[in-house]
């Protein structure tokens, strides 16, 4: 099966993304901070949907030395 | 005749033994009776049937299932005389139980033992992260049961990396294959180990009951995922699992969620996101339109109040100017009043010498050359006599 490597790691972008929903949710009245974050957000959102929608699988079969 | 001494017969006779018995092909079978273990270390038993008795040694730690007087057992190994005290024993390399009631009981001994040293205990179990990046994946790769794992996966999830490690899932050497794969993983920084198999009978699935791979799962510094397809009974490896599947499909689900779902969330929270900010963004417009509204309004208050004071000043300043004028008007009558011309006009003089306004007679000698004034004009004159 052919790999096509993610970038970063999906994980903490995810978190990250829930992270600055977060802040917004809590209403911080900082607007050039809010720009920026609301910029970082979408990026994330991209980011993820790309690696849901265009990575692939890796699938490695290890065989222990002394089988059979 | 050849005398042989007692060593070279005793050595002769397990040469033969060992020639003669086939391991790989042969097992006895029997039931336990008079099982005991000895400094930790040596198991002493024997196996019967209605006519017969074999005396039975085994190393403690190749003992993997709990043995008890009455349980009938099939053992792998080999026959031998030991030389020392001449006494014949088979040599036990692994035990397995035979019959379900055996096994059933020999298992829930085990359970018993494990429960005892806390392998079930609630608060040990970790959680799996959400989000998975690379896995341990420990079954056969040529069952039925790592396809649907595997088919399962990639109908849900992207970007995983699933390494896969082939073992036995059957027989007496599928728990030293399953313990090896699983020690063989801790050296790697997986996000989860999975352990899976399809479905079968209790006997089948005794691997996943084995003693050494039950405390290598627990052991496992990888949280562990075990789904085992059966029907009863849960097997002692899924009891002691961070997280338990029922089959090797409910494994796959478990291990990732579904990307539909995913990319619906991530959606849901930018969607969030902008929303919040335009709200921020019209909260602080209207924050700034109100700042403007009340700004001019007091522009306008101020200007109205500046228009006001200057017309309250123009009328003090009139009022002040028109009194002072009435006083000055009032004085200037004052001192008219006081204007020699004005006397003259009565009908008096005055008499002026030497540019001196005179007041008494007694200034003036004869000739003196005086000038007297009247209201229209002034004459010279001598004074005749004093």
Redesign the interface.
Known sequence: MT??K?KG???SK?KE??D??EW??K?E?D?DK??K??ER??AL?KE??T??????????????S??E | MHAFSVTEFLNLANNALRDFWDQSAFVVEGEVTDFRVSRGQWVNFSIKDEEGLLPCFMVAYKLHLPIQDGMKIRIHGYPRIYPKYGKFSFNVETVELVGEGDLQKALKLLRKKLEKEGFFDPERKREL???P?KVALIAS?ESAAYGDF?RI??ER????????????VQGQRAPK?II??IE?AQKTDYDALILTRGGGSLEELMAFNDEGLVRALHGSRIPTLVGIGHERDTSLAEDVADVRASTPTDCARRLVPD?GD??YE??M??Q???N??QD??AE?QRIIQNATSQAINWLTALREKQSQSEERLEQLARHWFQTLEDHVESLTRFCGSFDPAFVLKRGYAYIEAHGKILTSVNTLEANAKIKIHLRDGARSATINKK
Request: no cysteine.
């Open positions: 790999t096509k993610t790691d999906f994980a995810f993304l829930e600055i929903a917004f949710e209403g009245p607007i809010g720009m974050k609301f957000a979408s959102a993820l949907k690696v849901l929608e265009e990575a692939e699988n890796k699938i490695q079969i290890i065989r222990s002394n089988e | 992260p959400r989000f990046q790769t595997i996966i990639n999830w992207r970007g995983i990396q699933i390494d896969a490690y082939h073992v036995l294959s090896q794969a063989a990307r995913i990319l991530i959606s929270r930018e969030g996101i902008a919040e900010l921020t963004l602080k």
